[in-house]
């Protein structure tokens, strides 16, 4: 029994990564020329491999292609691995990005798994994930945007544990949080507000062993002192440190290849004075508050017209996007007093790294969304085995959701892949004028 327990915990996480692969692979390298902001990630991270200069801020990232030095390297050093293992050529630009999409799978269900106890609502709530357009896209794409998704649902994982271990077990937790949230800020600066959240929950953790420390019961009040050494002892280095740390190593690459402090200073302010002032500068951009509706995705690669030819079009499954805010509504009403733990990682997940984009001054898109499709999926997963186990039209109901959202999947897949499309079969998947 015991084997037969261990063999279904690897089997779960392993079919989930043959399953992104087998998803993501096909046509891989079509289209054979830079999509969308590859002009700009691809094209860098090949100059990255080449070892030519690839921080001059001299060109804005508007000219096509260009050195794109807005955001930190790690994205960029990613995918140039992926050129000096594969060649500076389409697989190259996106090898990288489909094995994070596939680690990106496991992840979720980990995540769930810390979150539920279950391995059915979390393979659920992983196999949604694998049917989003969007996450295909992102997985298909040499870009930076899943790679967020990836080091910010790790640190929430690493969260998670956390708030689960005794308070003087939490070091190692600790430490690994700290690594996941300095991965996610060498990649996008979007990840401060993660990085923000998780240090107050941290910091509330402190205050709360702080005031337990100072209670009458001897036996609580010892083990919340040594709980609280331990996070005196290792908070600072989680939460300063090692992002610090982290972030400055990413930038090896850019000392290595003759720049100093003061060219760093330069880039960054740069950097700031490039986002404070970009607006909106792309048609396919669109505001936060639009991104669970679906309503606006964008076109990654367009061969001929829009009517018809051959497309990437990174949008996600309108089934999967459209009940998401009501459900984890629902899930959050549902926990609310019982599953403080994970109520807490939901609620950060999921509106802490949305809403954020409603003060962003710079014009946004629908993949800003990605990194709470997760904790989306996860919600709409406990909503479904819940239905499931109620038997009746609960479960036919549950069944005929999850079977829609895998044919609403299918169906969009050509415009996902670059499949080519006559016009009519291009104006049946355009549900909604705004998409044209």
Known sequence: RGFGVHWRAAAIPLVLFALALALSLPRLSTPAVYVFDELYYAY???????????????????????IEWTHPPIAKLVIAGGILTAGDNPLGWRIASVLFGAAGAVIAYFLALSLTGSRATSAMAAGLLLMDGLYLVKSRTGMSNL??????????????????????????????????????????????????????????????????????????????????????????ISLIVIPVAVYLASYLHFWFTGHDWADFIALHRDMLTYHRDLGVVHDDSSPWWQWPLAARGVWYYVDGRRHEGAFVFGNGNPLLYWPMIVVVAWVVIDWWGRRTTALLILVIGFFGQWLPWALSPRGTFIYHFLPAVPLGCMALAVVLTGAWRQRGVARIAAAAYTLAV???????????????????????????????
């Open 147 to 236: 790679f967020v998704l990836v080091f910010a649902n790790a640190a929430l994982l690493a969260l998670a544990r956390i708030l689960s271990v005794a308070p003087d077990r939490a070091g190692m937790p600790l430490l690994a949080t700290g690594l996941f949230i300095g991965l996610g800020l060498a990649t996008k600066w979007s990840g401060i507000a993660l990085a923000g959240l998780i240090g107050l929950v941290i910091c509330w953790r402190m205050v709360r062993l702080w005031q337990l420390s100072r209670g009458n019961d001897m036996g609580v009040a010892a083990a919340a002192r040594l709980g609280m050494r331990t996070y005196l002892r290792w908070a600072p």
């Open 44 to 66: 860098t991270a090949g100059k990255f491999a080449a070892g030519d200069e690839a921080y001059s801020t001299a060109v804005p990232p508007r000219e096509a292609p260009a």
């Open 406 to 436: 895998i044919a609403t999947f299918a169906w969009f897949y050509p415009l996902y892949t670059a499949i080519p499309l006559g016009s009519e079969q291009v104006d049946l998947r355009m549900w909604l004028d705004s998409w044209r």
